[in-house]
């Protein structure tokens, strides 16, 4: 449909994947190499920045694959829950994606058999497959970085600076999905499509006490419920600092838009300044 392709060409402008006369820019050309969404694309090339590039192409790779988490048999719901919960990162869903994979690679290193890899992965609730699927994607994602020579960071994970970095990169590509919880119950609205969404089951912060109140997505499904899948929280301040304010210009208005408005009119003069020269 022309609305669509009209989006289409909005969100790769907003990317800065397009030149002023429409054509592929040359940072959208580097982003083109990738066969992937532009977002995640955008997100791995922010992460050379940022110095957390280990550790983004695991979350590509994870969020390529199919869904790691297997559907509970009846009865096993619980017992389903406080296995994944092992994994569960305070920082969201991309971050105990990390963790899975990480546990995965450790459980296959120590493995002599592949039976003993589906054991470990029946025994959590996860997808073989999906794992070594996730796996293959990787290596593909190296050798593309290889070859269009573009440095891979040494993994950090863990540390607060790194946590920190890779969130900076995942809003260089995914300013366009972040929703705010707007009553405290887990109703979140999105910024752009201005839709009241839910959080996935499988969310780490799903059923849980500390619901965060603004949220960075991966996707949202309209099939499943109107919900959003594989959320992290991140804070008003590093949206504002990370965004296109010509996307922000744009946005529909909203009480989420008005406080992220008063965030940028207490942004001092030198980060204002700072902000106009990048």
């Known amino acids: 449909a022309p609305e669509s392709l009209m989006q289409a060409l909005e969100d790769l402008d907003y990317l800065a994947a397009l030149d002023n006369d429409g054509n592929l820019s040359e940072f959208g050309i580097i982003m083109s190499e990738f066969p992937l969404d532009p977002q995640l694309s955008k997100s791995i090339l922010a992460s050379c920045e940022f110095e957390c590039v280990d550790e983004m192409l695991t979350i590509a790779a994870m969020v390529t694959a199919p869904n790691c988490f297997l559907h509970a048999p009846p009865g096993t719901e619980e017992i389903a829950l406080t296995c994944w919960r092992k994994f569960s990162h305070p920082a969201g869903d991309h971050f105990t994606l990390i963790n899975v994979f990480n546990a995965f690679k450790e459980a296959s290193a120590n493995s002599t058999s ?9 025994d959590y609730f996860l997808s073989c497959s999906a794992l070594r699927m996730a796996g293959i994607i990787r290596a593909e994602l190296v050798e593309i970085m290889k070859r269009i020579e573009l440095p891979i960071s040494e993994p950090d994970f863990g540390s607060k600076e790194n946590i920190l970095s ?41 059923n849980n006490r500390r619901i965060p109140e603004w949220v960075l997505f ?61």
Not at 114 to 122: A, D, G, H, L, V
Request: with cysteine.
């Open 114 to 122: 592949q039976c003993n890899n589906e054991k470990w992965c029946r």
């Open 166 to 206: 890779i969130k900076k990169s995942l809003l260089s590509g995914y300013f366009m999905h972040i929703a705010r919880d707007v009553d405290g119950s887990g109703n979140y609205l999105m910024l752009t499509h201005r839709q009241v969404a839910q959080l996935h089951p499988s969310s780490s912060y799903y």
């Open 218 to 278: 991966h996707e949202f499904s309209i099939s499943e419920d109107n919900s959003i899948r594989v959320v992290s929280e991140i804070s008003p301040d590093l949206f504002v600092e990370l965004v296109p304010q010509y996307y922000f210009s744009n946005l529909p208005p909203s009480e989420s838009k008005d406080i992220l408005q008063e965030v940028i009119n207490h942004l001092s003069p030198v980060s204002t300044m700072k902000e106009e020269q990048k």
